[in-house]
């Protein structure tokens, strides 16, 4: 039987990744490093995280090998992100190569914009998808409290110079309670004058330390709009993270992303590689298999596609029972897990 002509019953081929709650899973976000040049406070400690020995971060070869095979099974677009991507050497060579990948629609990324301004022509010359580009806040002294850098001139500057661009780039706004959450209305006014869509981010449990005990929550981030805008309606389409809404008059779209409240699992089509090879199904579990270590092993691709195949059926339904998973091995708090080593 050609097994490629076979389909499931959402017409998918039967190659492709699809879990027990038939969510067809074609995206592939892959963290290329865990190293950053910020410390934002949400995502890590101000020394920083315990990083992986070089030797145990997967080399652009092997992520290219990953990235074929799930090509493969269907995978069609991937998100490049970290710790922070353009601190990984080699990235733009990287970029071009797998952008010869036929199977591969887009490639996305999500950066802080730091180096973001040697990099623009790259992203117009490849099947770029959206870049994301994380911003928490629009005064210098707030963003310099948040990342704990004090580049907010350059970083302005540099998404100044990709908004003029016909790229895709959506801004991610992590809102953080006290801090920056009295910026949420001027964050939306951006998506008036330009074309970008204005994201603002749940705070989720992965700063690589003690979680808040008091988050800002996407339903107060969407009453705090609707105050403001009135109009604000709601988009039919959902995707798959991501709750779109318009605003009349507005170039732009808001999005809103409930991480924490967990609102969008039933429509996940999320995989992650972490930087050092582990391959998760959901960003709340604990990683189900090494990749890069069964390549390094010598195990065969077919070895590989199966071990990916298995992980997937055991995908859990959502990001509550991942958790609690993933709480029976470690605890997240007690562990200091950061995104940088996820893979936001
Ligand atoms: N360094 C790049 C950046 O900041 O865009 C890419 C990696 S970063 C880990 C990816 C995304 O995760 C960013 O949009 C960041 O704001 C988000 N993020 C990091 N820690 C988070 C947390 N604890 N809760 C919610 N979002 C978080
Ligand atoms: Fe670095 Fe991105 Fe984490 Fe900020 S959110 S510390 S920029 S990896």
Not at 30 to 46: Q, S
Not at 201 to 221: R, S
Request: proline share 3%; charged share 25%; hydrophobic share 35%.
């Amino acid at each position: 039987m050609n097994y490629l002509h076979t389909t499931h019953p959402n017409n998918s081929p039967a190659s492709h990744l699809i879990d027990l709650q038939g969510r067809h899973l074609n995206y592939l976000r892959l963290a290329v490093t865990d190293r950053c040049n910020f410390r934002c406070t949400y995502c890590m400690p101000k020394e920083g995280i315990d990083l992986k020995a070089r030797d145990n971060i997967m080399r652009f070869q092997e992520m290219e090998h990953l990235l074929g095979l799930f090509l493969d099974l269907g995978v069609t677009k991937v998100r490049i992100t970290g710790g922070e991507p353009f601190v990984r050497k080699g990235l733009p060579g990287f970029l071009t190569r797998i952008n010869q990948y036929k199977k591969l629609e887009t490639i996305n990324l999500t950066t802080n914009a730091y180096f973001l301004e040697d990099t623009i022509p790259l992203f117009q010359m490849i099947k770029s998808g959206s870049i994301n580009i994380s911003l928490d806040s629009l005064k210098r002294d707030v963003f310099f409290k948040i990342t704990r850098r004090d580049d907010f001139e350059r970083v302005w500057n540099n998404i100044e110079k990709i908004l003029l661009t016909d790229l895709n780039v959506k801004l991610n706004m992590v809102v953080l309670k006290g801090v920056n959450d009295n910026e949420i209305i001027d964050f939306a006014m951006l998506a008036k004058k330009n074309k970008v869509e204005v994201r603002f981010i749940e705070q989720m449990p992965f700063n690589g330390g003690l979680f808040p005990n008091e988050i800002h929550t996407a339903e107060e981030i969407i009453c705090t709009l609707q105050n403001s805008f009135p109009e604000m309606i709601e988009h039919q389409k959902m995707s798959s993270t991501a709750r779109i809404f318009d605003i009349p008059g507005f170039k732009g779209k808001i999005g809103i992303i409930a991480g924490h409240s967990r609102t969008f699992c039933s429509t996940c089509s999320r995989l992650r590689i972490t930087p050092d090879g582990t391959f998760k199904t959901c960003l709340y579990d604990y990683g189900a298999i090494n990749l890069k270590d069964m390549l390094r092993l010598g195990k065969s691709d077919q070895e590989i596609k199966a071990a990916i195949r298995d992980a997937v059926t055991k995908r859990a339904k959502d990001g509550f029972e991942s958790e609690q998973r993933t709480q029976q091995i470690i605890h997240f708090s007690k562990n200091h897990l950061s995104m940088a080593q996820i893979g936001g």
